[in-house]
T-cell receptor, first 111, second 111 residues
Framework: GENVEQHPSTLSVQEGDSAVIKCTYS??????FPWYKQELGKRPQLIID?????GEKKDQRIAVTLNKTAKHFSLHITETQPEDSAVYFC??????????FGGGTRLMVKP | DAGITQSPRHKVTETGTPVTLRCHQT?????MYWYRQDPGHGLRLIHY???????DKGEVSDGYSVSRSKTEDFLLTLESATSSQTSVYFC??????????FGPGTRLTVL
């Protein structure tokens, strides 16, 4: 089955800096890649997703890039703010309805 | 948040007792899912449903059963709870399978 690895497990940045979280997946048939943000004690919330026919997608300060050849995708957050502090999860799907999640990255933005 | 609620939100039970968690959605979504979240493991799929009375196993289904008698309700049952089932359980739903939207979670402690 699909395996998704996420790095780093923790990331600390200064407010205003950029943050990058990377995920690799094992199944070349995967074609949908969402990112979820989970604040402490809250539900995971979808923040951005990308499909394999697109190489990059942006939404304000966040962007996701996909490299199908290398089987990895990344989340980029620019101009980080304290409210960006959370755990971020990547996931991959072969397009049915099954998602395989990475282990999560705890992002800490220091004011 | 896709109008998803979970009940109870917290539960403490003893080893060997049966436990049922409920997920309710008001979006008329066809697909519903149960995940468990444990430190370092991200979210792992337990069972999912693709319609009323239509369910299938996920990655970590041993010890769990599910039922879906109405579109809006998806029940997760632990027939005989064990300490290894102490976790946070999230329900999710989706109209077309992807993307998935999560409920607020249920924290289950098995003593």
């Amino acid at each position: 089955g699909e395996n998704v690895e996420q790095h780093p497990s923790t990331l600390s940045v200064q407010e205003g800096d950029s943050a990058v979280i990377k995920c690799t997946y094992s199944d070349s048939a995967s074609n949908y890649f969402p990112w979820y943000k989970q604040e402490l004690g809250k539900r995971p919330q979808l923040i951005i997703d990308i499909r394999s026919n697109v190489g990059e997608k942006k939404d304000q300060r966040i962007a996701v890039t996909l490299n199908k050849t290398a089987k990895h995708f990344s989340l980029h957050i620019t101009e980080t703010q304290p409210e960006d502090s959370a755990v971020y999860f990547c996931a991959a799907s072969k397009g049915g309805n099954m998602l395989t999640f990475g282990g999560g990255t705890r992002l800490m933005v220091k004011p | 948040d896709a109008g998803i609620t979970q009940s109870p939100r917290h539960k403490v039970t003893e080893t060997g007792t049966p436990v049922t968690l409920r997920c309710h959605q008001t979006e008329n979504h066809r697909y519903m899912y149960w995940y468990r979240q444990d430190p370092g493991h991200g979210l792992r799929l337990i069972h999912y449903s693709y319609g009323v009375k239509d369910t299938d196993k996920g990655e970590v289904s041993d010890g769990y059963s599910v039922s879906r008698s109405k579109t809006e309700d998806f029940l997760l049952t632990l027939e005989s709870a064990t300490s290894s089932q102490t976790s946070v359980y999230f329900c999710a739903s989706s109209d077309a399978g992807l993307p998935q939207y999560f409920g607020p979670g249920t924290r289950l402690t098995v003593l």
